[in-house]
């Protein structure tokens, strides 16, 4: 199906044939609707709340349901939410979508599960701009992305049992500077390997390769039973398998503060299988079996 879809319906279910039978692809020209005019391009599925001139979320659109569907080459996303509550995407494969596979921004309770997003040139997977995002990432497989799931100024989201190889960086949670931060994260039970991709510097960011879990100013977060190995690459921010940084030097954001890194299992990771700049306090380093630390007593 050559097009592209705004829902602003609460209750909806698209529902697709499943293993690559009902496929999105751009259609010759973009809708003229507010999705469209929102990211500068088309995207697959698009769910839009009710909001302002000024991108202020008035109500949101509630328990809608995306599924099934493979969502392919859109210039912008595949599956874009903006203003809901409720919003469960499963089952759907998000490829080489100009910017994100499936994103929500601005968002509660929502549960991306089950999908599969690759090649896609910012994050197959990402939750923004959410401090009550109370968010469930479970049993994706993300590759071959910029970011393979990335939290950004958001809280409240559980990060468990995926699958995150060959992206420029694994799983990003970042705290960009404005109010609220980002924190109370749970990064669990993932496999985290060979995310060695080159992603050049842009407008967004620095140039970003061989990071496996990176932890840039996040507050309150635990990182445990996760196994993270080969991301290797080395050389620039966020290089190394388990990484707690401070973003204040980089946006002005939160130092690191409460933190937990357990139970890992972190090896061949460069510049070291845990990475920590010592800023902050009250972050903890238990029972991790790795080889290398940046401090030298992290691994016990």
Same mark, same amino acid.
């Given at each position: ?31 003229? /609707? ?6 500068? =391009? ?21 328990? +809608? ?11 912008? /996303? ?15 494969? =998000? ?36 401090? +009550? ?11 071959? /992305? ?44 993932? /496999? ?40 290797? =690459? ?24 409460? +933190? ?41």
């Amino acid at each position: 199906y050559h097009e592209s879809l705004q829902i602003t319906t609460d209750g909806l279910t698209l529902r697709g044939a499943g293993e690559g039978r009902t496929v999105l692809e751009p259609p010759a020209a973009p809708p003229s /609707n507010l999705c469209t005019m929102a990211n500068g =391009a088309a995207s697959g599925v698009c769910v839009l709340g009710a909001i302002d001139a000024t991108g202020t979320v008035l109500k949101d659109v509630s328990n +809608d349901h995306i599924t099934g569907l493979t969502i392919s080459s859109f210039p912008a /996303n595949g599956v874009f939410g903006y203003g809901t509550s409720g919003l469960q995407v499963s089952e759907v494969t =998000a490829l080489n979508d100009g910017s994100y596979g499936i994103a929500r921004f601005q968002s509660t309770e929502s549960t991306l599960r089950d999908n599969f997003v690759s090649g896609n040139g910012e994050a197959g997977l990402y939750i923004g701009d959410s401090p +009550d995002a109370d968010t469930v990432v479970t049993g994706n497989r993300s590759q071959g /992305n910029g970011y393979g799931i990335f939290v950004r100024h958001s809280d409240e989201v559980t990060v468990s049992s995926n699958q995150v190889s060959g992206n420029c960086l694994g799983i990003f949670v970042l705290d960009d500077g404005q109010p609220g931060g980002a924190g109370n994260v749970a990064v669990t039970g993932n /496999n985290v390997h060979g995310n060695n991709l080159f992603c050049p510097a842009s407008t967004e960011g620095p140039a970003l390769t061989g990071g496996g879990i990176a932890l840039v100013g996040a507050t309150h977060t635990l990182v445990a039973g996760n196994h993270v190995s080969g991301n290797n =690459a080395g050389g620039t921010p966020g290089s190394g398998g388990i990484v707690l940084v401070s973003a204040a030097p980089l946006d002005g954001g939160s130092d690191i503060i409460g +933190d937990t890194v357990r139970g890992n299992t972190a090896t061949g990771n460069a510049p070291a299988d845990i990475v920590y700049d010592g800023s902050g306090h009250g972050n903890r380093f238990t029972d991790n079996q790795c080889t290398t630390s940046l401090p030298g007593h992290l691994c016990q």
